[in-house]
């Protein structure tokens, strides 16, 4: 069965810190990758996805994240974090499988940015 | 406001009780998605639907779930029989377009509670 797997459960950060997230998908066909954001109080929203083409895709709020076919991955980077990116951070896959359509998300990753 | 909407935001129910939720897409969506949400999990999809047509129900849960979108507008998913392991987050999002790499809109979730 397709799992998405995210390396860190709570990332804690000072403000001006980098960042990475890892997530890695067990999927071997064509995906779709997204990273989708949760912050407090709020709902899901998409941050970036990925279709084909240039596996470096950029979305909102200066997050990039880089698509590694050879090793499953898509990780997610920001060079500098503000406190407000405090938030929980989902990495999905959508493909098909011997069901059907999927959209797997992984368990999250809480990301707590201090001041 | 223009979301996805849901209603009840909470149910608090005791077992053996069947419960219905109702999710409004933003209104030119045509795909509707449910998602079930458990403490420390990211969403576990369970049925979508591309304007009134079930794609796929192969992930619903049990037979005592079911799912609905009659017009093509709203939907409801109604859970039969309820039991304590059914407690969760219930999220329904919809997204515009044909393909699984659509970007989805997620409401804020109903909040199950079984007791």
């Known amino acids: 069965a397709q799992s998405v797997s995210q390396h860190n459960h709570h990332v804690i950060l000072s403000e001006a810190a980098s960042l990475e997230l890892g997530c890695n998908y067990s999927?071997?066909?064509?995906?779709?990758l997204f990273w989708y954001v949760q912050y407090p109080g709020q709902h899901l929203q998409l941050l970036l996805k990925y279709f084909s083409g240039d596996p470096l895709v950029k979305g909102i709020k200066g997050f990039e994240a880089e698509f590694i076919k050879s090793k499953f991955s898509f990780n997610l980077r920001k060079p500098s974090v503000q406190w407000s990116d405090t938030a929980e951070y989902f990495c999905?896959?959508?493909?098909?499988?011997?069901?059907?359509?999927?959209?797997?998300f992984g368990p999250g990753t809480r990301l707590s940015v201090l001041p | 406001d223009t979301g996805v909407s849901q209603d009840p935001r909470h149910k608090i129910t005791k077992r053996g009780q069947n419960v219905t939720f109702r999710c409004d897409p933003i209104s030119e969506h045509n795909r509707l998605y449910w998602y079930r949400q458990t403490l420390g999990q990211g969403p576990e999809f369970l049925t979508y639907f591309q304007n009134e047509a079930q794609l796929e129900k192969s992930r619903l849960l049990s037979d005592r779930f079911s799912a609905e979108r009659p017009k093509g507008s709203f939907s409801t998913l109604e859970i039969q029989r309820t039991e304590q392991g059914d407690s969760a987050m219930y999220l329904c999002a919809s997204s515009l377009g044909g393909t699984s790499g659509s970007e989805q809109y997620f409401g804020p979730g109903t909040r199950l509670t079984v007791t």
């Open positions: 999905a896959v959508t493909a098909v499988d011997n069901y059907g359509q999927n959209f797997v």
């Open positions: 999927y071997g066909g064509t995906v779709n």
